[in-house]
C-alpha cells in the first residue's frame, strides 16, 4: 500500500483551476456569438436626395444617395411617393435603377427615379419612402424645384 502514489495536492488543484478556466473562456465567447445573433439591425441613412429638372424632356430626375450603417444588409423592393405606389401615378413616377436593391453592410448606394411634370409641379414638395425587405421603411421629403 505504501507504494500507491497519487498526483500531489498542489499539481491537481493548478490542474482543475486550468480546466475551469478554459471552460469559462468558451462559454464567453459561445454566449458572445448567440447575442451577436439577436443585435443585429437593419438601419438605412439617406445621406442626400435632390432633384434636377430637365427643360428638354420636362422630367425630373430624383437621385436618393444611400449609406448601410447597420449590422445587417438593407433590400430595398419598393418606393412609394406621398405614400402612394407608383404605380397610381399613371406612368409619370418610375424607378430608374433596377430593383430589389442591395446594399451590404458598410456599402453605398443610390436609387434614380424619373418624374414627369405633367403629374408633378414646380414648387411641390413630395415625400419619398423607401421600403426595404422587412417592411422598415426610410423616408426623405423632397423640393421640385
Do not use: C
Not at 437593419?42 to 450603417?69: C, D, F, M
Amino acid at each position: 500500500m505504501r507504494y500507491k502514489m497519487g498526483i500531489s495536492i498542489v499539481v491537481s488543484t493548478i490542474v482543475l483551476a486550468t480546466v475551469s478556466m478554459v471552460v469559462a473562456v468558451a462559454v464567453v465567447y459561445w454566449m458572445g456569438d448567440i447575442a451577436g445573433l439577436y443585435t443585429r439591425f437593419q438601419r438605412l441613412e439617406i445621406t442626400s436626395a435632390h432633384a434636377t429638372y430637365s427643360s428638354g424632356s420636362g422630367n425630373w430626375t430624383v437621385t436618393i444617395n444611400l449609406k448601410n450603417p447597420g449590422t445587417e444588409d438593407v433590400t430595398i423592393n419598393s418606393v412609394l411617393i406621398n405614400g402612394k405606389p407608383l404605380s397610381e401615378f399613371n406612368g409619370y413616377a418610375k424607378v430608374t435603377t433596377t430593383l430589389p436593391l442591395k446594399i451590404k453592410i458598410g456599402q453605398e448606394g443610390s436609387i434614380k427615379l424619373q418624374l414627369n411634370r405633367a403629374g408633378f409641379n414646380v414648387g411641390t414638395t413630395i415625400e419619398i419612402r423607401l421600403l426595404s425587405a422587412i417592411g422598415q421603411g426610410y423616408s426623405k421629403p423632397l423640393t421640385l424645384n
